[in-house]
DNA sequence: TAACATTGGTTAGTCACTAACGTAAGGGTG
DNA sequence: CACCCTTACGTTAGTGACTAACCAATGTTA
């Protein structure tokens, strides 16, 4: 459907360069400090393009694919793992594909989302869609679990990631992201006893 | 400071009076088809007038006075009691202090927020806020941890409540708030194991 | 009472975002 | 090839949240 044709790569063309200014322009002026009217004239389109291709201008920066693809790494873990182990390791398997191109890409656009307070709006936002896909994956996997659970469960292993890519940004990366992904998932289980 | 004088005092009338009129109006016609200027004209004032009391449309809403409070619950608990546990006990407390009288403003309050994107958004930006202010809690509480370990507990002691809440709105207010929180922390402990 | 501070109104903007047009070029039919 | 339908994009003219600058009125204090 979407994928040969010329327009069909034309329009992914104009997508790829309104996206590409925007980051730029963000990271150079300050996300605020860009208008929308700037990024398309930097693009050479109108600013209704703009509009449809991403429906918000938040939307420019977490275009982030990862989700489906954690879902279904969580699905996929064998069904006598624990329920937060099993993120826990669909994390980390999604973490090594992502990381060996991904990693500084990853971390500027982690750190521009976790300063500007509209796109960390944002991104909760967000969190809230993926707790119910994580569920699902759960209670797919696990037919024992309960919503609630699987709820509980998927909303404390995400908070549990997001504080392991806090700390990340705030290090500026100096440490690694799996081992503290690790540790932050010791420190949860630590906490209970 | 804020206490006496005539003009605090009408202040704080102006104050409630706009947020009165534009609870009523969220209720009746939804967040996003309530505009401030009938809010200001409700209230018999400027939109100016508006923002002078409340930064943004949204902050209307979400005047939660609660976090300070179980902040000071969280700290207050006893020092051998472990971490988690005394977030939820913490929780409990406050919840018996705002349930006799708010119960029906807090599932309507909460309702609203939860079914409109843009306060969905703003809950989530808060509680960025609320894990810095109970981890602080649990830090002095417990000397032995970790910034990284309390970060984590109290995130995900936060999504759990959350997830108490939306189950409770989810029922319309059917089932028992405090149960929902006990059987929610129950449902993080088991998962781990 | 005079000087001050603060609340609120007025006006004129900026910026994100939408709706209703129109146009030109892609792409599958006869 | 000619035909028409689809679609990407532009133009224009809005709406609504939010801000800044300036001004009027009214508590508050010396």
Redesign the pocket.
């Known amino acids: 459907m979407t994928g040969s044709?010329?327009?069909?790569r034309?329009?992914e063309h104009?997508r790829q360069l309104i996206q590409g200014h925007a980051l730029r322009l963000f990271l150079a002026k300050g996300y605020e400090a860009?208008?929308?009217?700037e990024i398309a004239a930097a693009a050479?389109?109108?600013?209704?393009?703009f509009?449809?291709?991403f429906?918000?201008?938040?939307s420019v920066v977490d275009t982030d694919d990862y989700d489906p693809m954690i879902a279904k790494l969580i699905a996929g873990r064998p069904p006598a793992e624990h329920p937060l182990t099993a993120i826990h390791q669909a994390l980390l398997e999604g973490l090594s594909t992502i990381l060996p191109q991904g990693r500084d890409i990853l971390l500027i656009r982690t750190r521009l989302i976790l300063t500007t307070p509209a796109l960390r709006a944002r991104l909760w936002e967000n969190q809230y869609a993926t707790v119910r896909l994580f569920t699902d994956a759960l209670t797919a996997r696990h037919t024992r679990l309960s919503d609630l659970e699987g709820r509980v469960l998927a909303a404390a292993a995400l908070a549990t990631v997001t504080t392991s890519l806090t700390t990340w940004v705030d290090c500026d990366g100096a440490e690694d992201l799996p081992e503290l992904v690790d540790r932050s998932f010791a420190a949860l289980r630590r906490g209970l006893v």
Chains 1, 2 share one sequence.
């Open positions: 044709g010329l327009r069909a034309k329009k104009t860009t208008t929308v009217e050479s389109v109108s600013h209704m393009t509009f449809r291709h429906p918000t201008k938040e």
